[in-house]
């Protein structure tokens, strides 16, 4: 067998040769650094710059996206934060979430004294299932934020047909979905309010940290724009009054980071178009291998592809003897030692986080109150669980457009390990198993 036909964990060489151009994200133009040294010879500093980047950006991703209204705030996290405290959510309240999300789906509700509680997901497209959502609902429940996890929109006419039924508030957490789409409508017009991350990972990016409100409703967005200014509502064309209406919080974006997301924007359509190609011709190389399970998307929606989750199965691999998860961590080894970049995205359900266990008070003391918290178990969350066990994922950096040559040599590597090597890296599933038994 030739070096390069061997597996790199047995000394073979690895499928991504060192050469090959690694993948960077954002992909910053000439013309970002122009938007944003213009940005800065105009002292477009901040949110008060009257038409400067970030009125400008509002203007343009609510024209985008198809909202009335665009609110720009420093971060996703505190997008989360005031959207629920612009539609009153707060102490004593309780608001859903899916198990599987970053921790900031999780901890907005904290910040404002509500109680998080936990939805398990669908197994196929890791977002919250809607048929948990009865069991969940108690008379506290005040809102649902539906996370659009990865980039692929989640059930919204099931969840805001309960929300409708049961008087409660959904707020999509749009934060890895910029530009997907569910029955021809993009997320974050789909619900009350819509919330996105701009931060520099995301496939909307700006040069740092950023975070976008979508709303149709007028009130909301001047509630909004009051909360994240200090609760102070500015008139545009008039003297300020520093006169505060409401307990804000200073949550406003700056003018470079408009600036620099308002370039991106120029080509967003055209970058998402590309990488949509990009990983479909990546993914139909890995649809057959034995044992892999590729992400889809579904009929009604598109996926934006921000991270791709592979899910293995042992048995349809042919080792029915092995668990999932010994054959997980076997072919994840496998493929790192290729040059193959996955990793777990969220180690555990977010039930699971130490700030959540019943002898962490930190969570209550912040939010000022005792919070009935239900110890973490496994067997509440099935679903999420086995999907974290079981699943390896590729994330945002490696999929940008001009990814094609990284991800080619990626599937090179997946076809290594899932196809001629398989039983080899079954046997290293094997003595991990017996390690860890
Ligand atoms: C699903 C989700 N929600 C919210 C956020 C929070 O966004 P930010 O990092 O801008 O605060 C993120 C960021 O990674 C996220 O992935």
Redesign the pocket.
Known sequence: MRPSDMLALSGGAPAIDKTLAKPIWPETLPQDETAVVEALRKNDLTSLYAGGAVEMLEAAWSEWIGTKHCITVS??????KLALAALDVGPGDEVIVPAL?????AI?PLHIGARPVFADINPRSFNLDPKVLPALLTPRTKAIIV???HGLPADMSEITAFARQNSLHVIE????AHGATYQDKHVGTLSEIG?F???A??NLPTCG???LITTDDDTLADRLQKLRQFGERLKRGERRLYLHEDIGWNNKLGGIPAAYTLSQLDRFGTSNALRESTVRRFLDRLRDLPGLIVPETLPDRSHVW?ILRFLVDAEYAGFPHLTNKAFRLATQRALRAEGVPVEPYQQRPLPAQPIFAEEDRTAMCRSGRELPVKPFSAESYPITSRVIDDSFTLQRVHLNSGADAFLQACADGFEKVFGVHREQVARIAQSIAARTA
């Open positions: 971060n996703g996290t505190s997008a989360l999300s970053f921790i900031a789906s907005a996370v659009h996890l957490d749009a934060a890895q919330v991350s701009l931060n990972s995301k940290e950023g975070g921000h």
